[in-house]
């Protein structure tokens, strides 16, 4: 197996524990991850990390390329729609202040450093790939 192949594999591997790592902490009582969040997305993202290894170990390129590139979106993705849902969620409290406090209860956790950490592995191992500069004939 070729190193960029391996940070390929080891970058979906990654993005796949990252879907079970503790994302957010509500009011310092329980961890969530990906799928307490998002159950459905959450699923979504598995199955796309799931091809992408499939592709890695067959090695087929465009597929692990397509699905390195499509989990960094939806990783990209989900991360904009949890902080648009923590900074809204309190919003119909006509009270600024409480509103500020209860957004502050939530808090993001050290999961999305694994969820960000493992596409972009994935995309380093399929754009780094170095071609060979001759062609061996086969005899």
């Known amino acids: 197996m070729r190193l960029n192949t391996l940070f ?3 970058g979906f591997i990654m993005l796949v524990a990252g879907t079970y790592c503790p994302i957010l902490r509500p009011f310092h009582l329980f961890n969530w991850d990906v799928y307490d969040a998002n159950k459905p997305f959450g699923i979504v993202i598995l199955l796309v990390a799931l091809v992408g290894i499939i592709g ?3 090695n087929q390129v465009k597929i692990t390329r397509l699905s390195s590139w499509l ?4 990783v990209i993705l989900l991360f904009i729609a949890a902080w648009l849902k923590v900074h809204t969620s309190f919003s119909f409290i006509p009270f600024h202040s409480i509103d500020a406090f209860l ?3 939530i808090k993001f956790k050290w999961g999305w450093y694994l969820l960000f950490a493992g596409p972009l592995l994935a995309l380093a191992g399929v754009l780094f790939n170095k071609k060979t500069n001759f062609n061996r004939p086969i005899v």
């Open 71 to 74: 989990s960094l979106g939806l």
């Open 8 to 10: 390929s594999f080891a």
């Open 103 to 105: 957004t502050r209860q």
């Open 56 to 58: 890695t170990v067959f």
